[in-house]
């Protein structure tokens, strides 16, 4: 069982940067292959990064690449997020997500992922 509890989301402007973090409990977090989604009012959830377990792999959304990096700190069972550039469009509830032990593809769709938080908010303003 994993438990993942996201924080640093908040209100910007256009423009600016945000670093999301997904805190895990548990002690296989670095076992794990480690993703980001998002879901905006209306919209079907979408895959915005994926991290191999031990960080060496990443694998980013086209609308988000040059612009947002993930990475993991697996000493302090963390997964980030760093945003920048932010648009009006990044506007979002933001989840990570942990695929089960032994996956080792990065993968961008939701049931490729089991365990999932709660979300964090970003809102971009224009």
């Known amino acids: 069982q994993v438990q993942l509890a996201e924080s640093g989301g908040g209100l910007v402007q256009a423009g600016a940067s945000l670093r999301l973090s997904c805190t895990a409990s548990?002690?296989?977090?670095?076992?794990?292959?480690m993703g980001w989604f998002r879901q905006a009012p209306g919209k079907e959830r979408e895959f915005v990064a994926a991290?191999?377990?031990?960080?060496?792999?990443?694998l980013a959304a086209e609308s988000v690449k040059g612009r947002f990096i993930i990475s993991r700190d697996n000493a302090k069972n963390t997964l980030y997020l760093q945003m920048n550039s932010l648009k009006p469009e990044d506007t979002a509830v933001y989840y990570c997500?942990?695929?089960?032990?032994?996956?080792?593809?990065?993968?961008?769709?939701?049931?490729?992922?089991?365990?999932w938080g709660q979300g964090t908010q970003v809102t971009v303003s224009s």
């Open positions: 991290i191999s377990a031990i960080g060496g792999s990443t």
């Open positions: 548990g002690r296989t977090f670095s076992n794990r292959v």
């Open positions: 997500a942990a695929r089960s032990n032994g996956f080792t593809t990065l993968q961008n769709y939701r049931s490729a992922y089991e365990y």
